[in-house]
Each structure stands twice: as structure tokens, then as C-alpha cells.
């Protein structure tokens, strides 16, 4: 707990020192408004004001900043805690505590120097890939000190692995990641970035990055002072935008630069089923446990129970087969639809003979349907390659 404050405390003199900018601003407005003194109270005023309004700004950026580390916080509090739960189940008869701050302190001598944990957070929404400001931002001009992570108000964001539009960035030149980010296999990677100009969008080889991806699904930086002006890092809104599509939508762009996520539109399902009973079957029969599955798409068939279920609304078709043997007896096989005897089919053959029969049935059923076949009397004759009592059936259409 006190580590993690100590953390955040030291993250937040960083920036409040903005190393990232803007001490250069402050300068020069200090020094305006000495220089104001002999100007009319108006126009100092108007200073006052504008500085004010300078103030407010940093104020919210820091509010922002302050919810990341809030979060990020929280986050690892909770992975903390589950990690103690599990470590508790696994250990006996050790004195819990101790064996707790040991781990830690274990833990954090492999934190130092880990930059997953020794970072500035960088999180100005000018830096992203949607955005087109008036002012040039060039970030020759930063003294780049360690590692970064990027925020987009507040929310862990990543940097490009395409080629940026000009102009976007809050600045001229966009600079993107030319090569994948890495696995966390792979620990520390030097990446080459590119800078957008004129057609080219590797105009501008700047100088390679160092990229660590870190638990949690985030990345570190080390961001180095590019080789020209007006060149800038980029925050990739994609990434904020898609990783937050959900399981049934997909991330649409018509120009790459605004992203958002769309519905898969429900195309309609592919159920078919053909099963067969591969020995013979005499008198009454419950329910055929038709155990040889040929096909069966869609998964709605089931071979323990005989049973298909309907797993969407809509029309759908059966078939139904045998082959009866004997002399005298009528033989009997019907289709049961969530439990009524819809269609049957029928043999009655007088002398010694066999013959087969087919018999079909399409009707529409509701999600949840219960389709089988029964074997009411007779006899039926199969053998293993013979697909004489068979069984089958597809989705014809889907309904909403
Ligand atoms: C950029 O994208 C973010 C996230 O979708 C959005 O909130 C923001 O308004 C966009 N900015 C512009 C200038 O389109």
C-alpha cells in the first residue's frame, strides 16, 4: 500500500514538474506579465485572465492524470489481493504475514529498474491519431527523460502500427511505430518509427524507440527526441475505441482516423443434421438413439439422447427412414415434435418381404424445439453401412 503511494507521489511530481512541454510556457508567461507593468489594466487584466484560464487547463490534465493513477492503483491493489488468495490455498502452515512481505519486498527489488512500474504517464489528447490542432506540436522540443505511457483522458491508449494521416497528432508529421508491439515474452524491443510526409510514410526514419508490453495490457516508451521538427509521437484512438467493441461487433473506419464499433449484422444459421441407427430395432422404441452422426452442423443434434433441438427459430425440414422385415406386421416409425406425433412412417407387408420407407415433414419451430423419433411397433433392419434408419433434418430459413 505505502509502495504504491510512494509510486504515485513520484509520478506526480514528475509531471506537475512538466517535463513533457510545458516549463517552457510557464516561463514565458511569467516573464510577460513583468514586462506587462507599464501596459494598461486592461491589458493586464486580460493577462490575468488568460493565465488563469492557462491554470484551469493543467488543472483538469492533472485531474485526469490523477484518475489513471486511481485506477492503475486500484487495479494492482486487486491483483494483489488475488494473488494472496491463491498463494494462501497453496501454502500450509506458514506464518502468512511474514511470508507476505517477504514476496514483496522479493517483488520489488525485481520492480526497480522495471520500467513497467518506473514511468511518466504522457496523456495529452492532442497526440491523438483523430485529432487536428492549429497549433504544431514538434517533440524535438521535449528533454525525454525514462519511459512513458500513454493516456487518452485518462484511458491507457497505444501508439500506431500504421502509417498516420498528415497533420493529425498536433502536428505535421505523425510519428508511428514501424513493426508490431511486443509480446511479453519479449521484454524490451527497439522499434523503428517512421514520420508521414508528403506521400511517404516513412519520410522521416526518426530515431528507434525502445517498447515494453507490461502485465496489465499496457506499453511503455522510451520515447527519444526525433530527428526533425515538427514530429510527434502518436496515440492511436483505434486502440481505445476497438478494444472496447464487444464480442458480436466489429471496429469500422472509413478513413482510418475515426473508428467506432459496429453490430455484425446476424447471418443466418447453418443447422444440418443426418444421423443413422446401424442394427435392427423390434417392437416399441421410445426414442431412436440414432448413433452414427454423419453430419452435424450447428451442433443441435444430440447422439446420447437422439434428441435435436432447435437452436433458432425459423422453418426447418425432417426426414425420416427404415427399412421393415417382416411378415404380417406393421411396422411404425413417427416424427415427435415437442412431444406430438406428427407424421408417421407406415409398412404393413403381408408376405415374407422387406421394404423401405421415407417419410417427411417441414413445419416451423421456436427456439427450444425437441425433435426425435419414435419406433411405435414392427421391426426395422440395419446394419452398420446399410443408412436405412435414418434420420435428418436443416434450418430452411431463419426467423427473427
Ligand atoms: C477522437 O476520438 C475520441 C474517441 O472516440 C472522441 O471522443 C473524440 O471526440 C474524437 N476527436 C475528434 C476530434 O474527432
Request: proline share 3%; glycine share 6%.
Amino acid at each position: 500500500m505505502d509502495k504504491m503511494v510512494v509510486l504515485a507521489v513520484a509520478v506526480f511530481v514528475t509531471l506537475s514538474s512538466c517535463a513533457v512541454g510545458c516549463s517552457g510556457n510557464t516561463n514565458s508567461t511569467e516573464l510577460k506579465l513583468w514586462s506587462m507593468e507599464d501596459q494598461s489594466t486592461a491589458a493586464q487584466l486580460a493577462a490575468v485572465f488568460k493565465e488563469m484560464e492557462r491554470i484551469r487547463c493543467e488543472q483538469t490534465t492533472l485531474e485526469q492524470q490523477q484518475h489513471a493513477l486511481t485506477q492503475m492503483h486500484a487495479a494492482s491493489q486487486k491483483r494483489r489481493a488475488q494473488k494472496k488468495v491463491g498463494r494462501n490455498v497453496l501454502t500450509y502452515g506458514t506464518n502468512d504475514e511474514e511470508e507476505d512481505n517477504l514476496h514483496f519486498s522479493e517483488k520489488d527489488s525485481r520492480r526497480r529498474g522495471d520500467p513497467c512500474f518506473h514511468y511518466t504517464v504522457l496523456d495529452q489528447a492532442w497526440r491523438a491519431t483523430n485529432t487536428t490542432t492549429k497549433f504544431k506540436m514538434c517533440d524535438r522540443n521535449v528533454k525525454w527523460k525514462g519511459w512513458y505511457r500513454l493516456f487518452y483522458k485518462g484511458k491507457s491508449i497505444q501508439m500506431p502500427e500504421r502509417c498516420v494521416p498528415l497533420n493529425k497528432c498536433g502536428t505535421n508529421s505523425p510519428l508511428w511505430l514501424a513493426g508490431p508491439h511486443p509480446k511479453r515474452r519479449e521484454g524490451i524491443v527497439t522499434r523503428r518509427v517512421c514520420g508521414h510526409w508528403k506521400k511517404n510514410c516513412c519520410a522521416f526514419r526518426s530515431t528507434p524507440i525502445k517498447v515494453k508490453k507490461c502485465l496489465g495490457n499496457y506499453y511503455v516508451y522510451k520515447f527519444t527526441q526525433p530527428s526533425s521538427c515538427y514530429l510527434a509521437y502518436c496515440a492511436d484512438i483505434n486502440t481505445l475505441v476497438c478494444g472496447q467493441c464487444r464480442r458480436n461487433q466489429y471496429c469500422e473506419s472509413r478513413d482510418k482516423i475515426n473508428w467506432r464499433c459496429k453490430t455484425k449484422k446476424t447471418s443466418s444459421k447453418k443447422i444440418h443434421f443426418f444421423v443413422s441407427y446401424p442394427g435392427q430395432l423390434r417392437g416399441k422404441v421410445n426414442r431412436i438413439k440414432y448413433s452414427k452422426v454423419l453430419v452435424n452442423m450447428g451442433r443441435a443434434f444430440n447422439r446420447r439422447t437422439g434428441v435435436f433441438r432447435a437452436p433458432v427459430k425459423g422453418v426447418y425440414q425432417f426426414f425420416f427412414s427404415t427399412q421393415a422385415a417382416s411378415a404380417g406386421l406393421k411396422t411404425d416409425l413417427w416424427l415427435v415434435v415437442n412431444g406430438y406425433w406428427v407424421a408417421v412412417s407406415h409398412t404393413h407387408i403381408s408376405r415374407p418381404s422387406t421394404v423401405g420407407s421415407l417419410s417427411m415433414y417441414m413445419t416451423f419451430l421456436r427456439r427450444g424445439a425437441v425433435v426425435y423419433v419414435t419406433h411405435n411397433c414392427g421391426r426395422s433392419w440395419a446394419n452398420a453401412a446399410s443408412m436405412t434408419i435414418t434420420f435428418g433434418g436443416s434450418l430452411i430459413a431463419q426467423l427473427k
